[in-house]
């Protein structure tokens, strides 16, 4: 028959058809996901990223420690708020050196913060409620109250080489002194003696955070264990902590840790500042790590399914080393390595060309196709209000959600909170403590700890305890949860409309973005996108009311009239009013979002 031969294809092509309906075959979902990718982004890259520090945001049971049940009772806030995805500082068994990045046991709870049971109903809660929960990944070190300390030390069989040991070299005298010149991050020397073992040992934070030898191949496989341990509870991904101090430069021929030159940036032979710590820091073993760990998460999501779970990284370091994160073009690294330039380039002075450096040291080093994020605090750094000075509270948060990518918030910098006040007896943190009372002020990170502003009540409604761990922070009775969602207009208010305008805008998720330090301290900012809504982000860095023209100065293409869609606290402008961009008056850190058709 004529058509036989035809027929016969067309049945094989039905068939073909309904096997790829069914099966999902690699042709028709590749091309499915091409075309799903070009609409629409994965979720972690217009995310609204929430730090939680367990200890400081809701206790629960009256010790004066925040804990799981406490977070948990407080998962409605986070979705009332808007937040996409928390991440939690460590929660793990720890002797709580350095409030839980010293960890004792990776595989438990710290039981001041709950149980295992604890977590599995955080998780199943925050499910239920569409929130995913991260949690802190702290690969560098472990307490050495840990089983593996504790084994190494007695050179037990198979975690002889846990640690990074040394025997130390011998001065002029004769006498044994450590291995090298490396100091730690809270002060004084990185090796510590141990009478048992006759070594010393790394450690590139407080003396009871040993390092991790990254060098052995059992250490590195415990690791990628844990990671795998707590995807199985079901976490939506990791920060990272310390990453770029994993790996150190190996010994020399003669088995001999060089030293470290001198920085000249600090006369305090204490300070890990005093040294250049290039041998410690930044070293390419360590981008490979990160690329092993992605690889771990892709492999468990490729196997079991669900969501993408992210991968965060902790790294101050410079554009050239934190970009090869992100991975190369044939391998993936970390989803994003977190941008801390509005942190770290903001505290050599608060300014729209600053601002304008620290988005531009980001986006010009970014490889393509990657997304960006943008981080204005967390638990290590004073708060964002009070480093950038309170009237710019708003101004910061709307940068943040308006420029391309990820943003972060560390619990507070929704409310405006400021840096708590405390005394050289209240301090408990390493990083001060091992300091001393003239100059702690400089190094201690409780300021920002202090425990989270919920009500003008007893402890900010915090926790019902007649101590809390760290005092409250003096303003929480005018500054709190409470009062600002019971107030017309206020920082929270500000913040929600800011996440509601990210998820609800094409342009903010999608657009095409153009900045620019204009005079008198302005910082302009549009996003724009084909058939969309531009938006503009204009804020005054400077100390005096100003004038800017946006049409002549930053954009020509601006219409001369643009609507006020939000505005700073302070600011005297009506929401949904007509701004004329060609002559807008704005007072000292008074900021604005306007929305104009598309162009
Ligand atoms: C990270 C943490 C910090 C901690 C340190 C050591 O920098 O953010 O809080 O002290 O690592 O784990
Ligand atoms: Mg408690």
Redesign the pocket.
């Known amino acids: 028959m004529k058509f036989t031969k035809l027929s016969r294809y067309f049945v094989a092509f039905v068939v073909f058809s309904v096997l790829c309906a069914q099966s999902g075959c690699l042709a028709c979902t590749l091309s499915n996901r091409a075309g799903a990718q070009a609409e629409q982004k994965d979720w972690w890259q217009t995310a609204q990223f929430y730090q939680i520090y367990p200890r400081s945001f809701q206790d629960s049971d009256g010790d004066g420690i925040g804990d799981l049940k406490g977070i948990t009772s407080r998962l409605q806030y986070l979705k009332d708020i808007g937040v996409t995805a928390a991440w939690l ?2 929660i793990f068994k720890s002797p709580m050196v ?2 839980g ?2 960890i004792a046991d990776f595989y438990e709870i710290q039981a001041e913060y709950g149980t295992m049971d604890d977590f599995r109903e955080l998780i199943s809660k925050a499910n239920a409620l569409g929130l995913k929960i991260i949690l ?1 990944f ?1 690969p ?2 472990s307490s050495n109250e840990s089983e593996w300390f504790k084994k190494s030390l007695k050179r037990e069989r198979g975690y002889e080489d846990y640690y990074v040991w040394h025997d130390g070299k011998l001065d002029e005298d004769g006498k044994r002194i450590p291995p090298s010149n490396w100091l730690q ?2 002060r004084g020397s990185a090796w510590e003696w141990r009478e048992e073992r006759q070594q010393y040992y790394l450690h ?3 003396v009871q ?1 040993a390092d991790l030898n990254y060098r052995n191949p059992a250490v590195v496989e415990q690791m990628k264990r844990i990671i795998r341990f707590w995807l199985d509870q079901g976490v939506a991904g990791f920060r990272v ?2 990453v770029p101090v994993l790996f150190e430069v190996e010994p020399d021929e003669n088995g001999q840790y060089p030293d470290e030159p001198v920085s000249g940036n600090t006369d305090d032979k204490d300070d890990r500042a005093y040294l250049k710590n290039d041998l410690i820091e930044n070293r390419p073993e360590t981008i490979d790590m990160v690329y092993q760990w992605r690889q771990v998460m892709d492999d468990y999501q490729r196997i079991h399914g669900g969501d993408t779970r992210v991968l965060l990284i ?1 790294t ?1 370091a410079p554009a050239a080393y934190t970009m090869q994160m992100y991975g190369n073009r044939t391998v993936e690294g970390a989803h994003l390595p977190f941008n801390f330039n509005l942190i770290t380039v903001l505290k050599q002075g608060v300014s729209a060309s600053y601002v304008q450096l620290a988005v531009d040291e980001w986006l010009k080093n970014m490889p393509a196709r990657r997304t960006a994020n943008w981080v204005i605090g ?3 750094q004073r708060r964002a209000a009070s480093r950038y000075g309170v009237q710019r509270t708003d101004a910061m948060n709307m940068l943040v959600m308006t420029l391309p990518g990820a943003s972060v918030t560390y619990q507070g910098e929704e409310l405006g909170m400021i840096d708590g006040e405390i005394s050289w007896e209240d301090t408990v943190d ?2 001060a403590c091992n300091s001393n009372k003239d100059i702690y002020e400089n190094f201690t ?1 409780d300021p920002s700890r202090t425990p989270f502003q919920w009500t003008a009540g007893t402890n900010a409604g915090f926790s019902n305890a007649s101590k809390t761990w760290l005092p409250l922070a003096p303003d929480y009775q005018t500054l709190n949860v409470d009062v600002e969602n019971s107030s017309a207009n206020s920082h929270l208010k500000i913040y929600k409309s800011l996440i509601e305008l990210r998820k609800s805008s094409k342009t903010l998720q999608d657009g095409s973005y153009k900045y620019k330090a204009l005079e008198n301290n302005f910082f302009a900012l549009k996003r724009y996108l084909t058939g969309e809504d531009t938006l503009v982000y204009i804020a005054n860095f400077g100390n005096d009311t100003s004038t800017v023209d946006l049409q002549q100065d930053f954009d020509v293409l601006l219409p001369a009239a643009m609507t006020l869609t939000i505005s700073s606290l302070d600011s005297t402008k009506t929401s949904g009013s007509e701004i004329n961009t060609k002559s807008l008056s704005l007072a000292a850190g008074e900021a604005l979002i306007l929305s104009g058709p598309a162009n």
Do not use: T
């Open positions: 500082s460590p350095d409030f990045y010293d802190d702290v560098n070190h991050a809270f590139q934070f407080a955070q902590d310390a902790e101050y967390n638990h290590d390493p990083a990170r």
